[in-house]
T-cell receptor, first 117, second 111 residues
Framework: DGGITQSPKYLFRKEGQNVTLSCEQN?????MYWYRQDPGQGLRLIYY???????QKGDIAEGYSVSREKKESFPLTVTSAQKNPTAFYLC????????????????FGAGSRLTVL | QKEVEQDPGPLSVPEGAIVSLNCTYS??????FMWYRQYSRKGPELLMY????GNKEDGRFTAQVDKSSKYISLFIRDSQPSDSATYLC???????????FGTGTRLLVSP
């Protein structure tokens, strides 16, 4: 079955450490996204990528980095510069607007919960 | 003021009730309106999406968009305990634009 796989499901980080969250999709979608979800704040966009080797900052990119070397993969690194990294992180993908009647419907992974100790 | 406002709830109803979930928005450029359902500790899944104004029905779910009032609704008929989840509204304009999400409404359906 096609879908998005995020790993690990749970991750603990000590202060000062960088951690990388994995996101792999087999939906043949061109666009991929990273969101952060905090209680009472909804989903906030961290980074997105429309094509391989290209990505743009979202609303809260500071302290995060991404790469898009393959169409299927969009890993997110939470760096030590992110001051409040404890959150639920969601990866998503979509067919760009030109192929999906403009709705740009997102398919989400199951999420990764990061806790800073 | 947030672009999209959504009551966080929780909204508690008995099984079989009709549920109304709502969002208001301020950006008149929004054309696509979506509802996602998110179970605890899971990723959101798309329930329905509509383009511009009007109604759309899918089984027990009906989505309504009133662009003149900048107000969207999701109705759930004959609610079931399995409908207990957080419901997120999301919307965007035309072209490759980012989705703007509401904060989500937590729904609890008791047997």
């Amino acid at each position: 079955d096609g879908g998005i796989t995020q790993s690990p499901k749970y991750l603990f980080r000590k202060e000062g450490q960088n951690v990388t969250l994995s996101c792999e999709q087999n939906l043949n979608h061109d666009a991929m996204y990273w969101y952060r979800q905090d209680p009472g704040q909804g989903l906030r966009l961290i980074y997105y990528s429309q094509i391989v080797n290209d990505f743009q900052k979202g609303d809260i990119a500071e302290g995060y980095s991404v790469s898009r070397e393959k169409k299927e993969s969009f890993p997110l690194t939470v760096t030590s510069a992110q001051k409040n990294p404890t959150a639920f992180y969601l990866c998503a993908s979509s067919i760009p607007a030109g192929y999906s009647s403009g709705a740009n419907v997102l398919t989400f992974g199951a999420g990764s919960r990061l806790t800073v100790l | 003021q947030k672009e999209v406002e959504q009551d966080p709830g929780p909204l508690s109803v008995p099984e079989g009730a009709i549920v109304s979930l709502n969002c208001t928005y301020s950006n008149s450029a929004f054309q696509y309106f979506m509802w996602y359902r998110q179970y605890s500790r899971k990723g959101p899944e798309l329930l329905m999406y509509t383009y511009s104004s009007g109604n759309k029905e899918d089984g027990r779910f009906t989505a309504q968009v009133d662009k003149s009032s900048k107000y969207i609704s999701l109705f759930i008929r004959d609610s079931q305990p399995s409908d207990s989840a957080t419901y997120l509204c999301a919307m965007k304009g035309t072209g490759f634009q980012k989705l703007v999400f509401g904060t989500g409404t937590r729904l609890l359906v008791s047997p």
